[in-house]
């Protein structure tokens, strides 16, 4: 019902930052939580950061926290990751997930549509 499409993702320094984007598409979109989770290679998929259909509050996996920032734009019907000071253990790809009955607001099956990922690599 959700269709999400990832970018912004690619090779940057550690200290670095990078802003990933979430073109989300549907009837429901605006009233759907939405959240960015990530998978290194060998790893599973984690949370990361959401956001309610509203925009407040946001939530972040505490290893991001004060690194990097969730926000969404209703009219563009976008969802943004705003990440800095990039640490090589951030190198993962990075999807885009909508849920429309999320309550935690940090866990994978909550979510509804996922997106097809985009990479984002942390040199040192």
């Known amino acids: 019902q959700v269709q999400l499409v990832e970018s912004g993702g690619g090779l940057v320094q550690s200290g670095g930052s990078l802003r990933l984007s979430c073109a989300a598409s549907g009837r429901t979109v605006s009233r759907s939580a939405m959240g960015w989770f990530r998978q290194a290679p060998g790893k599973e998929r984690e949370f990361v950061a959401s956001?309610?259909?509203?925009?407040?509050?946001?939530f972040y996996t505490d290893s991001v926290k004060g690194r990097f920032t969730i926000s969404r734009d209703n009219v563009k019907n976008m969802v943004y990751l705003q990440m800095s000071s990039l640490k090589p253990e951030d190198t993962a790809v990075y999807y885009c997930?909508?849920?429309?009955?999320?309550?935690?607001?940090?866990?994978?099956?909550?979510?509804?549509?996922w997106g097809q990922g985009t990479q984002v690599t942390v040199s040192s």
């Open positions: 956001i309610t259909w509203t925009g407040y509050p946001t």
């Open positions: 997930a909508a849920g429309g009955s999320v309550v935690a607001m940090t866990q994978k099956y909550e979510y509804d549509s």
